[in-house]
DNA sequence: TTGAAAGCGCTACCAC
DNA sequence: GTGGTAGCGCTTTCAA
């Protein structure tokens, strides 16, 4: 009797639990408008090369209603070979307000263009492992903050599909397009201001936090680079983004002998600069403070923080050229010009 | 002769552009190593129920390797019948410093639990728009900061497989789990807060970008409620986070008669404050400022900044509750406590 | 104007 | 141990 076990789908179980209703598809939606599945794919999609009565059209509109259908986004995409997805990497540090702004300006872009821009938290996942990880999702871009991606990544990527597969970070990856954003540069550009200014013996402060490292690395590295050959100093200096840390910092600060600090950004430099005059140490007479990323809050500060700043792409910028990468990966991308860091003098160097 | 014109599948164009290599698939590894597609998936899944024999595995692998062999996340998806994506749209203005905190901390818990968490950029859709093309996903789980989908969208979401839907807002919605967080209490908070000072002609600012009426909406009705039949008045503000604009407020400020301000949130409040200091202004002897969000940088003003804080969920909570709900659907969830507001009194009040 | 059916890439059941 | 194959939901050619 091969017959008796066989489970009719759909059957209601026969006693208890409420059986989750399965989910519609474009054939229930099919069957209840009495039209094949052709029919309502035709409909539903607003085909333009067939033409469907418009009684029809009613029957199934109403029937999709009725049953809540929704299409499968992974059917649609297997079947059409191709996604409409721009992938970007979450990044493994909460986003600071420069990046949000650009991200949310990149996502308003580009979904104007109508890409659906997709962040993925990949966090645990690192390097080649992680592009494959979005490699799965078949984007037809992405957009990694570098590094984060290598050579051996980008190829698996595009190999995946991705019809490009641009970089945003301080160094060119093979393969892809990259958009040159130096943090190193920061530093060196503070670095250089300061040691103009007439300060030689520079802190710069490096926070404590994990993560962080992708960009106060560089940012460390390019001050040590500027001044290299020079008779200034660097110090480096570990800061936690709370006032107990800082606090401790501004404690031990107559020890440390500087006259001037980079402290990472301007979130950190306002941080180090309440704590260093709460301690009764002047800025900027005793020590000069150099903040970065020109946000807001730097001018609201008194002395007025000086600061470099970072000159992002637009967001509007970097979609349009993702859009035409992906209409013509053919074509050569133009070399681009590194995005400069600039140094904007305030009051507090 | 029909055939002339058949397009033989991957044969390169006799000329010319340089063919896009087609994607390799489970099947082009199979031929490669010499096997069927089953046992491709199997090695590639390490699945445990089949045995398969080293060399075996070996050669697979080495095809996959060479191929660069990444498998069609879509395809697994329709197949399996499920994913474990959770959805997370994105806000409609950039994230501060709280919510990418949050956002933060719940990718990584999710991530912790193997859950894949995914924002999706829905610019441009509204309400059950985009609750549908959230639900072409087929995600898992759905967080959506609320309002932003209504009884209607949260039924096609669940219809669409989506096991839990949690809204993260002031208000319940029907079908979805709940996280009560009133900012309407927030703005209450402050402005009991600030009539229990003393202070009876109270402004309350509403920033001028677009987007934020989802948050200062509720923050300015929730004040008005507050004073409501007492002898206190409520003065609205539009204030756009620029200098000049709060510089052109703090120029009017003496007409406005007003003795204290609920200034949307802490960089609002940081932004406002120091024009109206830099008009003369004393705080908190001619203005009582309060802020929210309770943010690092109002500890760091001075006056030291009062402010409401809002007590998030910690991301790992939530992971945990969005992993249960996914589990067990039918559990019940226990009602929640809305997150309370509290003030954190400190000298700006 | 509508329907039948192939096939996108993958996994899991069953047979060998 | 390994292979054949059905079928997930969708779109689109071809036939009727």
Redesign the interface.
Do not use: F, I, K
């Given at each position: 009797m091969p017959y008796v076990m066989v489970q009719i789908p759909n059957a209601p179980a026969p006693t208890m639990?409420?059986v989750?209703?399965p989910?519609?598809t474009s054939a229930d939606v099919a069957r209840l408008a009495g039209v094949s599945r052709a029919t309502v794919s035709y409909v539903l999609n607003n085909a333009g090369a067939v033409r469907i009565s418009e009684p029809t059209r009613r029957r199934v509109r109403q029937a999709a209603k009725e049953l809540?259908y929704?299409?499968?986004?992974?059917?649609?995409?297997?079947r059409a070979g191709h996604?409409r997805m721009v992938l970007m990497p979450?990044l493994p540090?909460?986003?600071?307000?420069l990046y949000?702004?650009f991200?949310?300006d990149f996502?308003?872009a580009?979904?104007?263009l109508d890409y659906?821009?997709?962040?993925?938290?990949?966090?645990?996942l690192r390097g080649d492992d992680a592009a494959?990880a979005w490699?799965?999702?078949?984007p037809v871009a992405v957009l990694v903050p570098s590094p984060g991606v290598g050579p051996e990544g980008v190829?698996?990527l595009k190999?995946?599909?991705a019809r490009t597969v641009v970089t945003l970070g301080p160094e060119a990856v093979e393969g892809a397009r990259a958009l040159l954003l130096d943090h190193a540069d920061v530093g060196r550009s503070a670095a250089a201001h300061l040691y103009a200014r007439g300060r030689r013996r520079i802190g710069v402060v490096v926070p404590a936090e994990r993560g962080m490292e992708m960009f106060s690395g560089p940012r460390l590295a390019g001050s040590r680079e500027a001044l290299h050959g020079t008779d200034a100093h660097v110090t480096e200096l570990s800061l936690a983004?709370t006032?107990e840390s800082a606090a401790a910092l501004a404690a031990r600060w107559p020890a440390l002998g500087l006259d001037a600090v980079f402290a990472y950004n301007d979130?950190y430099a306002?941080?180090l600069m309440?704590a260093l005059q709460d301690a009764g140490v002047r800025v900027p007479e005793d020590v000069a403070v150099i903040g970065a990323d020109d946000l807001?809050?730097g001018?609201?500060l008194r002395p007025r923080l000086s600061t470099v700043r970072i000159a992002l792409p637009s967001g509007r910028d970097l979609a349009s050229l993702v859009d035409r990468a992906v209409r013509s990966?053919?074509a050569v991308p133009e070399p681009h010009e590194p995005f400069g860091a600039t140094v904007v003098q305030r009051d507090s160097s």
């Open positions: 639990p409420p989750p209703r989910v519609p809540g929704v299409p499968h986004a992974a059917a649609r995409t297997l996604s979450t540090v909460p986003a600071g307000p949000s702004q991200v949310h996502q308003g580009l979904s104007r659906t821009v997709v962040q993925y938290g990949a966090t645990g494959r490699a799965e999702l078949r190829a698996v190999r995946s599909g983004y006032e979130e306002m941080l309440r807001m809050l001018r609201l990966p053919a």
